[in-house]
């Protein structure tokens, strides 16, 4: 599976932004999806993972209530729409694709357990 993630920008704190995050190959919807994020000199930090159908969704506390992921599979596309921005949501987000299925939240937010990743796209948001 290759990963192409975009949509990344300048916004203000409180503005919003859409991510998107298109897949290659036939596959996709036997994965589940992540986002990551890195700020400079800090290390990865977990936002979101969807599962295989998009019926079930997970998030990091920092983002709760103001990120929402969501995808299409006939597409090949899974998007975050990211609201009510503030300074430290700034970073280069990442999507990332699984095998794992849904069920330990844990293992999902872990990078370690993503197969395939994406380039990045860079959010900065100003204060």
């Known amino acids: 599976v290759q990963l192409q993630a975009s949509g990344g920008g300048l916004v203000q704190a409180g503005g919003s932004l859409r991510l998107s995050c298109a897949a290659s190959g036939p596959t996709f919807s036997k994965y589940s999806m992540g986002w990551f994020r890195r700020a400079p000199e800090k290390e990865r930090e977990f936002v979101c993972a969807i599962s295989r159908t998009g019926e079930n969704t997970y998030y990091a506390d920092s983002v709760k209530g103001r990120f929402t992921a969501s995808r299409d599979n006939d597409k090949n596309t899974v998007d975050l729409q990211l609201n009510s921005l503030k300074p430290e949501d700034a970073a280069t987000y990442y999507c990332?694709?699984?095998?794992?299925?849904?069920?330990?939240?844990?293992?999902?937010?872990?990078?370690?357990?993503?197969?395939?990743w994406g380039q990045g796209t860079q959010v900065t948001v100003s204060s």
């Open positions: 990332a694709a699984t095998r794992l299925g849904w069920g330990i939240e844990n293992l999902l937010a872990s990078g370690d357990n993503y197969d395939y």
